[in-house]
């Protein structure tokens, strides 16, 4: 069976996490020795630039908690909300390059704000440096209940036949949900009217209330939605299927290609920190995410442990990742500002 996790990585990640994983593996038990002191019985600081109660806050505590457990100190979760994650991201970038701040960045603070933005005060390549990623969050394609279509292709097919007529929410402009959507428009040239809100819960619904049409969501969510009846789920926005709705085909069992839609969540340290902190840090969150313990809390959250990196494979995933969301972006024209 496939590692759930791998499957819905993008393609050029997935060939090398199953290329790296047994070296990174070997992270968490060799320790360089400029690292042995670190942290000294120092807290530790995880910035993390979301509300308190979503589920990027509630799997990072997860991390929190079991990586002060590795570490032999405490990490305290601070979060820094605000202008679309930029707040925090901003605070982190700026903090002391010891080890003592770390920060968690997802595809939304390093992928998408650099190009729905015109200007930001931190470079999110430059300003940090990739120390692991944890948790995968995939999204899925969801319509109103009586929506008349009862699979992607004939979603398809509907936006095809009545160009510019279906409407999609999302929970903002320039949002992950919005991006999603934008991934399958421009694979099929579909002419859909985007509907913003202001968050996730009152563009649901809007969906349910039957005043659009469309939507993309996480799965967890999708699932917990669709149970009742309250809305339909189409199809994973992800190469293969997930845990979360697992009769729920995938985009590569449809005979879709390019579209990949997963925020993923992983820990970043300021720039120039210490390599062998670096290190350190990155061999306790291999540790932590390999353990059944671990994974077992992350998916009850509806989210899966992120397959194994190095910290410099890291770095070229975010990389990579930038340049993916940001096509998707410039195509369909996005912008917050300017």
């Known amino acids: 069976m496939r590692n759930a996790a791998l499957c819905v990585l993008p393609r050029a990640a997935r060939a090398f996490v199953r290329s790296v994983g047994i070296l990174a593996v070997a ?42 457990e590795q570490l032999g100190t405490t990490i305290i979760v601070e979060n820094r909300s605000g202008a679309n994650g930029r707040v925090g991201t901003d605070y982190a970038a700026s903090a002391p390059a010891d080890g003592y701040t770390l920060f968690v960045a997802s595809a939304e603070t390093h992928a998408i704000n650099p190009h729905v933005y015109s200007t930001l005060s931190y470079d999110p390549i430059k300003a940090f440096t990739g120390v692991a990623p944890f948790a995968l969050n995939p999204f899925a394609l969801v319509s109103r209940a009586d929506l008349k279509a009862g699979t992607l292709q004939e979603v398809i097919a509907l936006a095809k036949a009545r160009p ?43 969906l349910m209330a039957g005043q659009v049409d469309l939507m993309v969501l996480p799965a967890a969510r999708a699932k917990a939605l669709s149970a009742d009846g309250k809305i339909k789920v189409y199809s994973m926005m992800t190469h293969d299927r997930f845990f979360v709705l697992p009769d729920t085909p995938g985009m590569d069992e449809l005979g879709i290609k390019g579209i990949n839609v997963v925020n993923w969540f992983a820990v970043v340290a300021p720039a120039n920190t210490p390599e062998p902190i670096v290190q350190r840090v990155a061999g306790a969150i291999n540790s932590i995410i390999q353990s ?16 194994v990196m190095s910290p410099g494979d ?6 990579s990742e930038t340049q993916r969301w940001g096509d998707v972006i410039s195509n369909a024209n996005i912008k917050l500002d300017g």
């Open 164 to 206: 510019g007529e279906l409407t999609f929410a999302s929970w903002g402009v320039g949002s992950t949900s919005q991006i999603g959507m934008e991934m399958l428009k421009g694979q099929y040239q579909l002419q859909m009217l985007h509907v913003p809100f202001q968050g996730e819960a009152p563009a649901v619904n809007a």
């Open 314 to 319: 890291l770095q070229h995933f975010i990389e």
């Open 27 to 68: 992270l968490g038990v060799t320790t360089p020795a400029q690292a042995q002191d670190y942290p000294a019985g120092r807290p530790i600081k995880l910035v993390v630039p979301w509300p308190v109660g979503g589920v990027t806050d509630a799997a990072s505590r997860i991390l929190a908690t079991r990586l002060g």
């Open 292 to 307: 059944p313990d671990a994974i077992a809390n992350f998916r009850a959250l509806g989210v899966d442990v992120h397959p």
